[in-house]
């Protein structure tokens, strides 16, 4: 930085301020420093007033004390009218600024944020989830991003101080909140005492080059749900294969809808079924009960049912059904 007038009196005029990383910043600021500034002329005047009487009316030998004037209309007048001029101004931009950080414009990128002692979690449309401890926080830059909030057991506070946003997450209730970023790297603050490790409660705000980084940045994320595609993949795919040809156990290919002859228990009786949805969703919870006549029973005690959530287990069922 080179050493111009301006570039001095632009660092003099924002020294108290953090650097601008939001559209947000810089609606902000100005009433910041307008506030700021006033409050530094008044208090300087006033102390130097004070000051200046304390010298002009001392005591001195052979000077008696003046007589003390107790009412002044204009002086009142004045004292009264001007400070309520700079209040009026200052609630009416005040309150212009709140009400355009406190709406989101409609087409804003939604992400679901929730809080709890001691942490962050941030989930995006795609049903992708990061943690304040690895990741942080992502958006996309130049465009609206609302984040809907809300907390599993106390107060909490977002607070992104570059962005110069800050809202309350409260339990039993969602509050919002929305900025438009600048592409860089920022810091995320919890700023509700909440307990102990409040002061843990820290992220960072990735705010991506483009809308295309971030959406592949998103892409490469696990969503908080698996398809079933990837269900398979992570957990079906050494034994099973999506044709007809057999594995460790049956193949998928036109596995649904087909007949088959299975054994109940591993010395029952062998009975026929009709592999429906129903079979298929016993066959993963409880993989014993009814296996197909001529495979080992492979699956015994996977416990599918605690690993996978239930909307997984649908997925992948939805899988099978697809595979001809
Ligand atoms: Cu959460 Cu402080």
């Known amino acids: 930085m080179t050493l111009s007038l301006g570039s001095i009196l632009d660092a003099l005029l924002l020294w108290p301020l953090p650097p601008q990383g939001a559209e947000q910043s810089e609606a902000v600021d100005p009433l910041y420093l307008f506030i700021y500034w006033l409050t530094f002329i008044v208090f300087w005047g006033v ?6 009487f ?18 002044h209309t204009a002086l009142e007048v004045t004292w009264s009218v001007i400070p309520l001029l700079f209040v009026i101004v200052i609630f009416w931009w005040g309150y212009r600024g709140f009400l355009d950080l406190a709406v989101a414009p409609p087409n804003a990128y939604k992400i679901e944020v929730t809080a709890w002692q001691w942490g962050w979690k941030f989930r995006y449309p795609n049903g992708a989830e990061t943690l304040f401890n690895q990741d942080g926080l992502h958006v996309p830059p130049g465009e609206p ?12 506070s977002f607070y992104v101080r570059d962005f110069r946003v800050k809202q309350d997450v409260v339990p039993g209730r969602y509050t919002t909140l929305w900025f438009n970023a600048i592409p860089g790297l920022y810091k995320g603050f919890c700023t509700e005492y909440c ?36 269900v398979y993949k992570s957990f079906c795919q050494a034994c099973h294969t999506t044709t007809a040809d057999r594995g460790v156990g049956p193949g998928f290919g036109g596995l649904f809808g087909k007949q088959e002859t299975v054994t109940r228990g591993p010395t029952g009786p062998e009975e026929t079924v009709t592999v ?35 909307v997984e287990i649908d ?10």
């Open 195 to 230: 307990g102990t490790a409040h002061s843990n409660m820290n992220f960072e705000v990735t705010v991506h080059e483009s809308r295309a980084a971030f959406d592949e940045w998103l892409a490469g994320r696990p969503t908080g749900e698996m398809d079933g595609e990837t």
């Open 315 to 324: 997925n992948v069922i939805e899988f099978i059904k697809k595979q001809k």
């Open 145 to 156: 991003v609302q984040l809907v909030m809300t907390s599993n057991d106390v107060l909490h």
């Open 47 to 52: 102390i130097f007033v004070m000051a200046y």
């Open 276 to 310: 429906d949805e129903a079979y298929l969703k016993e066959s993963i919870l409880v993989p014993e009960a009814r296996v197909v006549k001529g495979f080992p029973n492979a699956m015994i005690g996977q416990d599918f049912g605690s690993r996978l959530k239930p």
């Open 54 to 71: 304390c010298w002009r009316y001392r005591r001195r030998p052979g000077v008696g004390p003046e007589k003390s004037p107790n009412h």
